[in-house]
């Protein structure tokens, strides 16, 4: 079955710092992938997405690249903020669910210190 | 507009008791789906409406979950008798039209079954 793994936190880093949060799937066929994140007492909100192989998403600096190669979607940023503490989740959705149904890794909580 | 919403979002019950969980999509959104975050591992699917139908409800549990949606608006998650391994966080999300990429969530409900 599809499944999504990864990297555990949490992840603690100074402002300021580079962030990479690895993101591993298993599919079949070519699956949108997705990072969203959950910030303190909020709902999960989408950060980016990638819907085919090469595809990069970016929003608010955050970026990831759909790799068929190696069935990752790592998540990155160059420069974290304090506001960026939250947990991100990695997800997909299979080509053979055309109702969007999703598929979440573990999350992984990033602190961002001053 | 408002965006999804959730009642309560906190729950303490006893083992054995009853707990009906609410959510409250956005309006206009035909999809609604309900996931659970149990001990900090993935968000699981649960099950997905469109409108008052159950288009999947694969993910859930058994059949002490029970979830409606009267009128293709808000829908209701009964779980009945409550178990130890019940608790955890209840996301609800909401989405327009068939394959759409963004799902919009509500801050969850957190279930404690004690």
């Known amino acids: 079955g599809n499944s999504v793994t990864q990297m555990e936190g949490p992840v603690t880093l100074s402002e300021e710092a580079f962030l990479t949060i690895n993101c591993t799937y298993t599919a079949t066929g070519y699956p949108s992938l997705f990072w969203y994140v959950q910030y303190p007492g909020e709902g999960l909100q989408l950060l980016l997405k990638a819907t085919k192989a090469d595809d990069k998403g970016s929003n608010k600096g955050f970026e990831a690249t759909y790799r068929k190669e190696t069935t990752s979607f790592h998540l990155e940023k160059g420069s974290v903020q304090v506001s960026d503490s939250a947990v991100y989740f990695c997800a997909l959705s299979a080509t053979t669910d055309s109702w969007g149904k999703l598929q979440f890794g573990a999350g992984t909580q990033v602190v961002v210190t001053p | 507009e408002a965006g999804v919403t959730q009642f309560p979002s906190h729950s303490v019950i006893e083992k054995g008791q009853t707990v009906t969980l609410r959510c409250d999509p956005i309006?206009?959104?035909?999809?609604l789906y309900w996931y659970r975050r149990v001990m900090g591992k993935e968000i699981k699917f649960l099950l997905h409406f469109v409108k008052e139908s159950k288009q999947d409800e694969s993910g859930m549990p058994n059949n002490r979950f029970l979830a409606e949606r009267t009128g293709g608006t808000y829908s209701t998650l009964k779980v009945q008798p409550a178990e130890l391994e019940d608790s955890g966080v209840y996301f609800c999300?909401?989405?327009?039209?068939?394959?759409?990429?963004?799902?919009?969530f509500g801050p969850g409900t957190r279930l404690t079954v004690t």
């Open positions: 999300a909401s989405s327009q039209g068939r394959a759409s990429y963004e799902q919009y």
């Open positions: 309006s206009g959104h035909d999809n």
